[in-house]
Every structure is written in structure tokens, then in C-alpha cells.
């Protein structure tokens, strides 16, 4: 059952950005764990960015200083910021719920609720 839903996605050039953001009705995202995963055709699923109940963020390995993660609990919004984007981030892109922002709870198949997810296409 989806119960975010992300939104931003689309075709960019290399070296641009996009900003992509995840809502939903159905809880409110303080109460949760939040990430952005994304997926790309033949490829295994990457955990993005995780930004917890607390409020703070964590950007994952090799998108730690490109990608960025946000929230704006008055408007129960989470962002994730993609600067410098490659052709090699085209994928479609996930907001998903979880437990927490650290070790197994991070993990694609741990997460609580998704999206349908968004497409980002990032080519000349």
C-alpha cells in the first residue's frame, strides 16, 4: 500500500539540479525515520539520504556533498536536494519510512511505507 508520495523528478543536464519532495496524508513524517532510495534499471537499490526522528539528516557514502535531505515538519514535507547531478543518477527515486537512520534500519526492505516514486532523467 503507498503511502508517500514524491514528486520533482524530470529530465536534467548534467551538472544540473533538482529538488524532490516527498509528502503524505496518511502520517506524520516526525514520527518516522525518512529516506530517499532510488533504484536504476539493472541495478541494486541505493539508500540516498536518511534524516531522522529527531530532524537530522544523513547523506550516504558517495552522495554525501551532492545530495542533501531536509524536512519541514510544519508542512510534513521531506526534500532531498540533488546538486551536480551525473547521467549515472537516472533512476527513479523513492521516499520510503523506516525506524531509524542507522545500521539494518536503513535498509531497502526495512522500510515501513513508499511511494510510486519519482523519475529523474539526467542527460544532454
Known amino acids: 500500500q503507498l503511502q508517500t508520495v514524491e514528486s520533482g523528478g524530470g529530465l536534467v543536464q548534467p551538472g544540473g539540479s533538482l529538488r524532490l519532495t516527498c509528502t503524505t496524508s496518511k502520517f506524520t513524517f516526525d514520527y518516522y525515520s525518512i529516506e530517499w532510495i532510488r533504484k536504476a534499471p539493472g541495478k541494486e537499490s541505493e539508500v540516498i539520504a536518511c534524516?531522522?526522528?529527531?530532524?537530522?539528516?544523513r547523506s550516504v557514502g558517495s552522495f554525501l556533498g551532492r545530495f542533501s535531505i531536509s524536512r519541514d515538519s510544519a508542512k510534513n514535507t521531506v526534500y532531498l536536494q540533488m546538486n551536480n547531478l551525473e547521467p549515472e543518477d537516472t533512476a527513479d527515486y523513492y521516499c520510503?519510512?523506516?525506524?531509524?537512520?542507522?545500521?539494518?534500519?536503513?535498509?531497502?526492505?526495512?522500510?515501513?511505507?513508499w511511494g510510486r516514486g519519482t523519475r529523474v532523467a539526467v542527460s544532454s
Open positions: 534524516i531522522d526522528k529527531s530532524g537530522n539528516p
Open positions: 520510503t519510512a523506516g525506524n531509524s537512520c542507522s545500521g539494518l534500519d536503513m535498509k531497502p526492505e526495512s522500510q515501513f511505507h
